[in-house]
């Protein structure tokens, strides 16, 4: 167990819906991290925060958004849902916001887009 | 274009043999990360390294990174099949720090 919590750990929508996943960071974490995980493209790297604000973006889709809020845990809303949206979403927190700082990883949240 | 290159993809070999798994890219890195993501789990970290030519162990696990910091491989000894899994490299490069950028991955089978 990491410590980072992730919910839903399944969901399963239907093209263009919006949905919402949710991370609650380790103890201590001022750093959220999100990827996307597919089996085409791997792991990517897709928004950061650190302590509520924005601190680097990746490949991170416009329809895509997310926010951390003042009790640090953060969402990452998808909306106008796509079939290719399907993959695994990972949220990732480290007490620094560094990328070469630890990060430990939640169990994830697979969506599948129908 | 993948920035990192991970070989091979997938490896499946039996308990007891030794293998190495390589992670390629043309560009430097200020710091390169070995995860394990097992199914159904998110990737747990093994190992940091940061300068060039740097061996880390880690049980029966030895990384090596590059010594122009652009390559690094991972030996793991005698698998066992509790090594099964899929391995990540993932690279911090200097001039964005912040983000890390992940190689697809090696799937490694160790069968008893």
């Known amino acids: 167990d990491s410590g980072v919590t992730q919910t839903p750990k399944h969901l399963i929508t239907a093209t263009g819906q919006r949905v919402t996943l949710r991370c609650s960071p380790r103890?201590?974490?001022?750093?959220v991290y999100w990827y996307q995980q597919s089996l085409d493209q791997g792991l990517q790297f897709l928004i950061q925060?650190?302590?509520?604000?924005?601190?680097a973006k990746g490949n991170i889709l416009e329809r895509f958004s997310a926010q951390q809020f003042p009790d640090l845990h953060s969402e990452l809303n998808l909306s106008s849902l796509e079939l290719g949206d399907s993959a695994l979403y990972f949220c990732?927190?480290?007490?620094?916001?560094?990328?070469?700082?630890?990060?430990?990883f939640g169990p994830g949240t697979r969506l599948t887009v129908l | 274009t993948q920035l990192l290159e991970q070989s091979p993809q997938f490896l499946s070999i039996q308990e007891g043999e030794n293998l190495t798994v390589y992670c390629n890219s043309s560009s430097v890195f200020s710091s390169l990360q070995w995860y394990r993501q097992e199914p159904g789990e998110g990737p747990v970290l093994l190992v940091t390294v940061v300068t060039g030519g740097e061996v880390k162990k880690l049980k029966r696990l030895t990384f090596q990174f590059g010594d122009a910091r652009k390559d690094s491989s991972l030996h793991i000894t005698a698998a066992q099949p509790g090594d099964t899994g899929l391995y990540l490299c993932a690279g911090a490069r200097g001039g964005s720090n912040y983000k890390l950028t992940f190689g697809k991955g090696t799937l490694l089978t160790v069968n008893p």
């Open positions: 925060y650190y302590n509520g604000e924005e601190r």
């Open positions: 103890s201590g974490d001022l750093s």
């Open positions: 990732a927190s480290s007490v620094e916001g560094l990328a070469g700082s630890k990060q430990f």
